[in-house]
C-alpha cells in the first residue's frame, strides 16, 4: 500500500485492510481499538486539527485516588524518563492516568507498516508498566520497589 495522509479515514481504511477491529465515534471523531480480553483498555486514535497531530493513546480504566496521587506522579516521572516515544500523563479533568504519543499530520504521510508501527508502540508501552502503575495506584506499593530497574 502507498502512503497516505494520516486522516481519520484513512486511518479507518488502513485498520479495515489489515482487519484491526475498531469503533468509530461519530461524535468526538475518535477511533477505538478494543483490546481482545482487555476491553476496558481500548487504543484510541484522537485528532488533533488545530496542531496539525494526531494523538494515539491508552487511558487507564480506573480513577487515580487523591491519596495515591503523589504516588502515581513519582512512578510516572520513573517511567518517563526512560520512554523514548510518548509519555504517561495524569489528566486532571477526570482523574485518570494515561499513556499518549502525538504525530504531526502536516506535510507527513504515512503508510499501513507505520500505522501498525505507532499502534504497537502504544500498546507495547502500556504493557510493560501499567501492571505496576495498578499496584502502585491501586494497592498502595512503592513506585521505587514496584517499577523496572531500568526505569529508575
Do not use: C
Not at 494523538?55 to 496521587?69: C, H, N, Q, T, Y
Not at 502515581?72 to 489528566?91: E, K, L
Amino acid at each position: 500500500m502507498s502512503k497516505y495522509a494520516l486522516t481519520m479515514e484513512n486511518i479507518r481504511a488502513g485498520l479495515s485492510r489489515n482487519n484491526v477491529p475498531h469503533l468509530w465515534n461519530e461524535q468526538l471523531q475518535q477511533i477505538a481499538i478494543p483490546r481482545p480480553g482487555a476491553q476496558e483498555w481500548a487504543v484510541r486514535i484522537i485528532p488533533r486539527p488545530d496542531r496539525n497531530m494526531m494523538s494515539f493513546g491508552l487511558v487507564m480504566p480506573f480513577k487515580i485516588p487523591a491519596e495515591r496521587l503523589e504516588a502515581f506522579h513519582q512512578a510516572i516521572n520513573i517511567v518517563n524518563n526512560s520512554t523514548f516515544m510518548g509519555s504517561w500523563i495524569y489528566n486532571t479533568n477526570n482523574g485518570t492516568g494515561y499513556f499518549r504519543f502525538t504525530v504531526p499530520v502536516v506535510d507527513a504521510e504515512y503508510g499501513d507498516q507505520a500505522l501498525t508501527f505507532m499502534l504497537r508502540a502504544v500498546i507495547g508501552s502500556v504493557d510493560a508498566v501499567a501492571p505496576r502503575l495498578r499496584a502502585v495506584v491501586l494497592e498502595g506499593l512503592d513506585p521505587a520497589e514496584v517499577l523496572p530497574a531500568e526505569s529508575r
